[in-house]
């Protein structure tokens, strides 16, 4: 179900008032970009393992994301990270891959949630009472930490895919549509890991298939 954001006290607060004890941040990166999989994380943070600077993902440097995560994954509970590639992307849509990206970082808690808030307006087809909060990632510490896991795995990920197509220069928009990544497009043509279904990169199949 859909709820907005209580006005009194932490949403997770609220809920370990309800009796539930292991609730997890559920936050994903990666929806918008020509290129690379879309990326999904899940923490639970313990009751009393407040962690200091967490926010949502897209509000931090680099840097400093980098550090969050070295902090979180040492002192959660438990995370758990799910990646779903750019062909399963095509096969269904990217929000039924966002929802199975989701669903597998769920699946890899242990001890398992007994509650899931969710970065969004959309819930996971899974059997854990949950609610989905827009702007989760602003307002909620558990999904803002998911938010910088999800994050900065996917920018390690888009860093290793620039080792190997360094003509896209991935390290730099890791995937978005800049103008670099649309006129290297129109340069190149597409490669393994752009997501052929997307504006911006369908234009160019037929070129790059008719180069092959």
């Known amino acids: 179900m859909e709820k907005t954001h209580p006005d009194e006290g932490s949403i997770e607060g609220i809920l370990c008032s309800q009796g539930y004890r292991l609730i997890a941040g559920v936050d994903e990166a990666g929806r918008g970009p020509l290129a690379g999989p879309v990326v999904a994380a899940a923490v639970i943070i313990g ?5 200091s600077g967490v926010r949502d993902s897209k509000r931090l440097t680099p840097g400093r994301r980098e550090e969050l995560y070295q902090i979180i994954t040492s002192r959660a509970l438990s995370w758990g ?17 966002t929802l199975r990206a989701m669903k597998e970082a769920v699946l890899k808690l242990n001890p398992s949630p007994d509650f899931l808030l969710i970065d969004g307006t959309s819930t996971i087809p ?12 602003d307002i909620c ?9 999800a994050k900065v795995t996917r920018d390690r990920l888009m860093l290793e ?26 340069r190149y043509g597409c490669c393994d890991i752009h997501r052929r279904t997307f504006k911006g990169v369908k234009e160019h199949i037929e070129v790059t298939d008719g180069g092959q």
């Open 81 to 97: 990270v799910g990646i779903v590639g750019p062909r399963e992307i095509e096969r269904h849509n990217i929000l039924e891959a």
């Open 141 to 149: 510490a558990s999904i803002s930490a998911a938010s910088i896991l």
């Open 47 to 51: 009751p009393r393992e407040g962690i």
């Open 161 to 186: 895919y620039h080792r190997i197509y360094p003509q896209y220069n991935f390290a730099s928009h890791k995937g978005y549509a800049t103008r670099e990544h649309l006129e290297a497009i129109q």
């Open 126 to 137: 899974i059997d854990i009472p949950q609610w989905s909060l827009k702007g989760g990632d």
